[in-house]
């Protein structure tokens, strides 16, 4: 199947780009507000929960479980490394932790649904 056939891949791509993008680029003074009303993990989590979970849909094959626990991770590792060279991000061992737990969550939770009510 091609990549552009299923409309979720689509948005799984420019939603991993967006936050390939949002990750390295100056934090506005607005998130910065909001994270100091929710706290700054939640926003991480909430992000990866959004792309695993839509890396699931994306990937309608059964035993894709693995391919989303990678993806969680490779992203996770490659966007805090990247903080670590930017002088105005902050490289945090705990947010990548927040990253993978929140696309390992959303994964479990497609799978669980999909095995029990699919």
Partial sequence: MHILTNPLRVIFFFYLFFLYYSYVRPVDPTVS?????????????VAFFIL????QLANNKSNDFVFGISLALI????????????PFRDFQIIEGVFNVLGCLSAIYLI????????
């Fill in 33 to 45: 507000s909001v994270a100091a009303v929710v706290s700054d993990n939640t926003v991480h989590f």
């Fill in 52 to 55: 695993g979970a839509l890396a």
């Fill in 75 to 86: 992203t996770s590792i490659f966007i805090e490394f990247v903080h670590f060279f930017i």
């Fill in 111 to 118: 799978n669980y649904y999909r095995k029990n009510y699919g």
